[in-house]
């Protein structure tokens, strides 16, 4: 059998566009933050701030989408996902950095997603304290890193099943908020709390949830048609978690007080018309966005061992079984989502999650825009990357550094208008060539 060419039983097995990249993403958008910490965002940076961090979080990820379909339909995407786009655009070298920082990302928030169903388990056992929460979370790695251990196929099963109770504890939020609906508490909410936390912390909190949508990309190598799918699915599901992020923000702010929002992370229930249903929404959110970065993290890492790159990751390259599944990245990856149950603290590892997430988006939109500059002959994206790159660089920073005035944000916007104007294609041609590698 030629390289690269697929056995028909083996492309049987692989995913298509809503069970590869639409399900993994859309569960991992629409998880633990929507749940646990949107009203606490609403309450503490009131709902006119608050939509201001939608749209600047949903404007990263809106953009970076935008960039991540350019690359996808511009090459043959094997498996790796966002590292494998920007090694391939960039280069190995710079591609091989980025991959680690992309890996730890991914085994970082398997922790960050299972401290959020610890929180939500122990509450309702009686036992709210930050031990039984990593008790409970160190359990849910271990049922999660058994269900990656046997592949792709057997979580996709898992995650059809929590997607059936996502829909139905956002509709019980709906229909509560429709009944429930105060104008006099939607005005009070409109403004922010008393010593709050500030604007660009209350981001940090909030951003990774946005970050699921590049979970379809990591799993490029298990799908059937990757330059169809990934765009597709990644806007899709983007699109729809707007729709919900927007008007859940408003609904929170139109049926709970403000000090509630704040003082009571599990403030959804109290809207919900069947309070039950949120905490299994928030359980399998949890558990399936955990589930999605389990299956992402060992992948990067092989893909990442395969270019070897790096000597002491050879082992990684060599997978199990027909869809060639990565057992000892699997392993790596629960070692790492073990060691993160020591933080147990949810506030402190969404902030590390955002910036591990927000460099691999700065990377993402660097590809796109080194290929436009650089005028390469292959590459004809269909807008210019050069605003999406400056705009998002000036967000990574700002929210990383607590001290900087908004004329560095300017001046940084300024000096990609001045220096990166927009590149037109070149009239002779007419059609973008196809890369292969």
């Known amino acids: 059998m030629k390289p690269g060419k697929h056995h028909p039983a083996e492309r049987d097995l692989k995913l298509g566009t809503f069970a590869g990249v639409f399900t993994p993403s859309i569960l991992t958008i629409l998880g633990i933050i929507l749940f646990l910490r949107l009203g606490y965002v609403v309450g503490q940076a009131g709902l006119g701030r608050t939509l201001i961090i939608l749209f600047l979080a949903n404007g990263i990820s809106i953009l970076t989408s935008v960039s991540l379909s350019a690359i996808a339909t511009n090459l043959k995407v094997k498996g790796g996902g966002d590292y494998y786009l920007i090694s391939r ?31 939500v388990v122990s509450g309702l056992m009686s036992a709210d304290s930050k031990a039984a929460a990593q008790i409970i979370s160190a359990a849910a790695v271990t049922v999660l890193f058994l269900l990656a251990w046997l592949g792709a196929d057997w ?79 990644t806007f899709l599901a983007v699109g729809i978690s707007i729709v919900v992020y927007f008007s859940g923000a408003v609904m929170m702010a139109a049926t709970v007080p403000q000090q509630i929002l704040i003082t009571d992370y599990g403030s959804m229930k109290n809207v919900a018309i069947i309070d039950f249903l949120i905490d299994a929404g928030v359980i399998a959110a949890t558990l399936s966005s955990a589930m999605a970065s389990f299956l992402g993290a060992p992948r990067i890492l092989q893909s990442l061992a395969g270019d070897r790159i790096f000597p002491v990751l050879l082992s990684f390259a060599k997978g199990i079984g027909p869809l060639n599944n990565p057992r000892k990245g699997v392993l790596l990856t629960a070692g790492i989502a073990y060691a993160t149950v020591a933080m147990g603290n949810l506030n402190i590892i969404a902030p590390v999650v955002a910036m591990f997430f927000l460099i691999s988006y700065g990377l993402l939109n660097y590809a ?65 060539a196809r890369r292969t590698n």
């Not at 960039?90 to 959020?116: D, H, K, M, R, T």
């Not at 005028?375 to 050069?386: D, E, K, L």
């Not at 005035?405 to 001045?418: C, E, H, T």
Request: charged residues 15%; proline residues 6%.
């Open 368 to 432: 796109t825009f080194f290929e436009a500059r650089t005028t390469s002959p292959s590459f004809r994206p269909q807008s210019s990357s050069s605003a999406h790159l400056f705009l998002h660089a000036a967000r990574l920073f700002r929210a990383g550094s607590p001290n900087w005035d908004r004329k560095d944000i300017v001046s940084a916007l300024s000096f990609g208008r001045q220096n990166f104007p927009q590149r037109e294609a070149d009239p002779w041609l007419k059609e973008p």
């Open 155 to 233: 979580a996709t099963k898992f995650q059809y099943g929590v997607m059936t109770i996502l829909i139905l504890a956002l509709l019980s939020f709906y229909v509560g908020g429709v009944f429930r609906w105060d104008t006099a508490i939607l005005q009070q909410n409109f403004s922010p709390a008393a010593g709050n936390l500030g604007f660009w912390p209350i981001f940090a909190i909030f951003f990774p949830a946005v970050t699921g949508f590049t979970q379809g990309v990591s799993m490029s190598g298990d799908l059937k048609d990757a330059g169809k799918s990934l765009p597709m699915g």
């Open 89 to 119: 655009t960039l280069g190995l070298e710079f591609g091989g950095a980025i991959g680690i920082v992309l890996f730890l990302a991914q085994s970082v928030s398997i922790e960050f997603y299972c401290i959020g169903f610890g929180e």
